[in-house]
C-alpha cells in the first residue's frame, strides 16, 4: 500500500508539473481553456480553477491574493471602472469614430427589470470569470511561456490584450473589439504592475461593464458619447 501511495504521488506530482509548464500537455490545456471561452467565460473560468487545482498552482499565482485593505480594493476598483468608462465612451471611441449607441442591449432602455437581471451577469461573467482567464490564467501561462522580463512583460502585455480584445468581436462588433483591446493593454498594464493582484481589475471590470448597461438603461448613453466632441 505505502509503495502504491508513493507511485501514485509521484504520478500526481509530474502531473502537476506538466500542467504547471508549457510543454505540450501544458500548452493543450491553455488551448482548451481559450477554445471554452466562445462557449462562455463561466465555463472557462471553472476549466481555470480545476487546472489550478490539479496543477497544484497556488491561487495567488492567478492573482488571487489577498489585500492589505478590501475596502480599499472596492473603492478604488470601482473608481477606476467608472473613470476608464466614462474616458472609452466620451474620448476614446468617439475620437475613433465609433457611433454613439451601443450595438447591443438596447432592450435595457428603460427596462428596469431586464437591467436588474443584466448586473450579476456584468458582475460573474466579465469581472469574475473574464478577469480570472484573460488576467490571471492567461498571463500566468505567458510568463510560464516567455519570462517574467520587462521586455517579457511587454510582449505578455500586447499579446494577452490581442486576445482579449478580439473575443468580444462576435457579440460587440468591431469597435467592440476596439474597446476590449485597449482596455486589455490597460488591465494587464495594471495588473503586472499591482503585483498580479487580481481583486481590484475584478471591481474594476464590473464596474466598467454595469456602467456601460446603466447608460443605456438611464438613456444618456448617447449624450455621454457627444460630451466631449458633440
Not at 502504491?4 to 510543454?23: I, P, V
Not at 462576435?170 to 498580479?196: K, P
Amino acid at each position: 500500500m505505502s509503495g502504491a501511495s508513493t507511485e501514485r504521488d509521484n504520478f500526481d506530482q509530474r502531473t502537476a508539473a506538466a500542467l504547471r509548464g508549457m510543454g505540450p500537455f501544458g500548452a493543450i490545456v491553455a488551448l482548451l481553456v481559450f477554445a471554452t471561452v466562445m462557449v462562455g467565460p463561466p465555463l472557462a473560468a471553472l476549466f481555470v480553477l480545476v487546472w489550478t487545482w490539479v496543477s497544484r498552482t497556488p491561487f495567488a499565482d492567478i492573482g488571487f491574493k489577498r489585500p492589505q485593505s478590501w475596502l480599499a480594493v472596492f473603492v478604488l476598483g470601482v473608481l477606476f471602472g467608472i473613470a476608464l468608462k466614462l474616458a472609452m465612451k466620451a474620448v476614446v471611441l468617439p475620437y475613433l469614430g465609433a457611433p454613439p449607441a451601443a450595438p447591443i442591449l438596447q432592450e435595457l432602455h428603460r427596462n428596469l427589470p431586464a437591467f436588474l437581471a443584466e448586473v450579476p451577469q456584468m458582475i460573474f461573467l466579465a469581472g469574475f470569470a473574464e478577469e480570472i482567464v484573460f488576467r490571471g490564467f492567461l498571463i500566468n501561462r505567458l510568463q510560464a511561456l516567455i519570462g517574467q522580463s520587462t521586455a517579457s512583460a511587454i510582449l505578455i502585455v500586447l499579446i494577452s490584450a490581442a486576445i482579449f480584445g478580439p473575443a468580444h468581436y462576435i457579440t460587440q462588433g468591431y469597435f467592440g473589439m476596439v474597446q476590449g483591446t485597449i482596455v486589455g493593454v490597460i488591465f494587464a498594464v495594471v495588473y503586472l504592475l499591482n503585483g498580479r493582484n487580481l481583486w481590484p481589475l475584478i471591481v474594476a471590470h464590473a464596474t466598467f461593464d454595469v456602467l456601460a448597461i446603466w447608460l443605456i438603461y438611464a438613456g444618456v448613453e448617447e449624450q455621454v458619447a457627444r460630451s466631449v466632441f458633440g
